[in-house]
């Protein structure tokens, strides 16, 4: 019972590592508690032992997931707390676990953050270790690189408790010289252009929901903090589908015309959030480029949709289950054309609508199709707290980072920030603040060490590390002396 207590008590510790409580630190003692629970200790132990501390992790870093669909929430909790399980029943329990089991965990996340339903990557280490020194590492790496330099530091703690200095020196200098790199590594350079970006938050309530909310009060709030502009600008951002249009376009909208009127006014382009139907039973959720001139310019309809939120996976086997698949009663598109919107000005943007920000693929696609700044226009409206708003801020962070580029993340009821390429956060809004925040950013190029890699190289380090201490774990293991061999004695048989 001590050790179960401990595993959930180091889970915990990792999850108030987390935004919004954000104690960064502790997530390396969460990590030395969990190293030494599963020291020397049966598979099937450090199965149910780090089970128990994924399960403290991901409880309430993942809370959020309980207003998106509650069933789904404790199924999310289990089974991505048995990845972490399984991880640590596959890797070395002896000495040989300091290689192989912050690989074989971060291997674990790595499958989180992909798979079912393309992954969940929120509260994860990346997220919770933006703020601290590791975070500069996410230029080389991304966040699967963070997650793993996270579980080296916490077997180092774990190996100094224990005293094997040798040892606690070797798992610490790795991350210490891959942040020293990442300081100096190339983050892109300055293009010599610069942009003023309004970003305009309406405010209003949270804990909101669509279907419970009159669309025209939404755009209507959205309006009015547009008209306090004054410029010059060169561009006014609007969040995620503040303008739901039903059946009806938004090209023969009455809605473009008066965002066309803004536009006019500032003579500057509205990249605005739009949802439209797309016959009986889909929709599209769209960045819309609205020109000075009242002409749509620009448009990117969003790729990378939300299971159980924008889509209902396994429709069919659910609904013959009796699973409340009425709740999304209808499937978002996925969109087909480049992360990317032409400016005017012959500057080029690239966008990642609301879920996509959390998803290094897609903030490297936009730099790959020449995105200079990128936007992340999102709504978070129908959750109460402030756990996923507070995660997609430091995820802003980690793309910023992550592609050497300012992001501009704007939120109908917060959070609204600008991100700085080091990852500095300005200009942050309010929850339920009507506002707008302006300010000027520059167009960039260049790459980043993990913009042209992604992944796939530190996935593979993963597994390689974790198949060399197997081996390397077996080839330890010590031979059992063989036994001498008895000798066959004949008995005289026993008086009858």
């Known amino acids: ?214 669309a025209k009060v939404v755009f209507d709030r959205h309006l009015e903090e547009t008209k306090k502009i004054q410029g010059p600008v060169d561009l006014v951002v609007w969040p995620e589908n503040v303008i739901d249009l039903g059946d009806t376009t938004f090209a023969a909208s009455p809605e473009r015309v008066q965002v066309a009127e803004q536009a006019a006014r500032l003579d500057a382009p509205l990249a605005v959030g739009v949802t439209e139907d797309v016959g009986a039973d889909r929709f599209t959720n769209a960045q819309v480029l609205v020109a000075p001139d009242g002409r749509i310019i620009g448009r990117y309809d969003k790729v990378h949709r939300v299971p159980f939120g924008e889509y209902m996976p396994l429709r069919g086997l659910l609904s013959a289950l009796g699973a409340p698949t009425n709740l999304v009663p209808r499937d978002a598109i996925t969109g087909r054309v480049p992360p990317v919107l032409d400016l005017p000005s012959g500057d080029r943007v690239g966008v990642m609508i609301s879920w996509e920000v959390f998803f290094g693929a897609r903030a490297r696609a936009a730099v790959d199709h020449g995105g200079q700044v990128l936007l992340n226009p999102t709504n978070g409206s129908s959750y109460t707290g402030t756990i996923l708003q507070t995660q997609q801020i430091a995820s802003s962070r980690l793309r910023a980072l992550e592609s050497g580029r300012w992001v501009v993340q704007v939120s109908p009821t917060g959070f609204t920030a600008f991100v700085t390429p080091s990852g500095k956060v300005l200009d942050r809004t309010s929850i339920s603040e009507a506002a707008v925040r302006t300010r000027t950013v520059t167009a960039r190029d260049g790459r980043t060490l993990y913009s042209r890699l992604g992944d796939l190289p530190v996935v593979a380090l993963m597994f390689l590390l974790v198949v060399i201490a197997v081996v390397m774990a077996r080839r330890s293991r010590p031979r059992p002396d063989p036994q001498p061999e008895r000798e066959e004695t004949l008995e005289a048989p026993a008086p009858g």
Do not use: C, K, N
């Open 1 to 214: 019972m001590r050790a179960a207590l401990a595993a959930l008590g180091a889970g915990a510790l990792v999850a108030l590592s987390l935004p919004p409580w954000g104690w960064w630190p502790l997530a390396f003692a969460g990590i030395a508690i969990l190293d030494h629970l599963v020291a020397d200790r049966a598979r099937g132990t450090r199965f149910l032992r780090t089970w128990l501390f994924g399960v403290a992790w991901l409880g309430p870093g993942m809370a959020w997931m309980w207003y998106l669909s509650a069933p789904g929430y404790v199924v999310a909790v289990i089974v991505y707390a048995a990845y972490l399980g399984a991880a640590a029943a596959i890797a070395p329990a002896g000495r040989w676990r300091w290689l192989g089991l912050p690989a074989a965990l971060t291997l674990a996340e790595a499958l989180r953050f992909t798979f079912p339903f393309q992954g969940v990557p929120l509260a994860s280490l990346g997220i919770s270790q933006v703020a601290g020194p590791l975070g500069q590492t996410a230029r080389l790496g991304g966040v699967i690189l963070i997650t793993w330099l996270t579980f080296l530091g916490g077997s180092a703690l774990s190996a100094a408790w224990e005293r094997s200095w040798l040892r606690a020196g070797v798992l610490l200098a790795v991350p210490v010289i891959a942040v020293a790199v990442g300081v100096v590594a190339p983050s892109g350079h300055d293009s010599g252009r610069q942009l003023r970006v309004a970003a305009v938050q309406g405010g209003g309530p949270q804990g909101t929901r669509a279907i419970d909310t009159d």
